[in-house]
């Protein structure tokens, strides 16, 4: 599974941007998709994840401004983010996993997903 994320990159505060992960083969169909982000000298942090059929699940920090969704026929996942915050600045990453049961809960936990792409740099200033 490769996942390459595109998107990042300077906004000022209050702003907009989208994210994108493109996801190779049909990794999408049989995979929970996620986005965390790591600010320097943090941890790692869930912002939201999904699977192609399944609703969204969302960090608390970033409910109502951030929207994950998926293009199927694209293998892509995307994440809408507004009303961007300073201290949202952070490197996003697009991360993968397999789903391995037919009730499946979105794992939030870095350590619960395979794959990871390069992540992405976003950047909001104040």
């Known amino acids: 599974v490769q996942l390459q994320a595109s998107g990042g990159g300077l906004v000022q505060s209050g702003g907009s941007l989208r994210l994108s992960c493109a996801a190779s083969?049909?990794?999408?169909?049989?995979?929970?998709m996620a986005w965390f982000r790591q600010a320097p000298g943090k941890e790692r942090e869930f912002v939201a994840g999904r699977t192609w059929s399944s609703e969204p699940l969302y960090g608390d920090s970033v409910k109502g401004r951030f929207t994950i969704s998926v293009d199927n026929a694209k293998s892509t996942i995307y994440l809408q983010m507004n009303s961007l915050k300073p201290e949202e600045s952070a490197v996003y990453f697009c991360?993968?996993?397999?789903?391995?049961?037919?009730?499946?809960?979105?794992?939030?936990?870095?350590?619960?997903?395979?794959?990871w792409g390069q992540g992405t740099l976003v950047t909001v200033s104040s």
């Open positions: 083969g049909p990794t999408i169909y049989s995979h929970s």
């Open positions: 991360a993968a996993t397999p789903i391995r049961s037919v009730i499946w809960q979105i794992p939030t936990r870095p350590s619960n997903y395979a794959y």
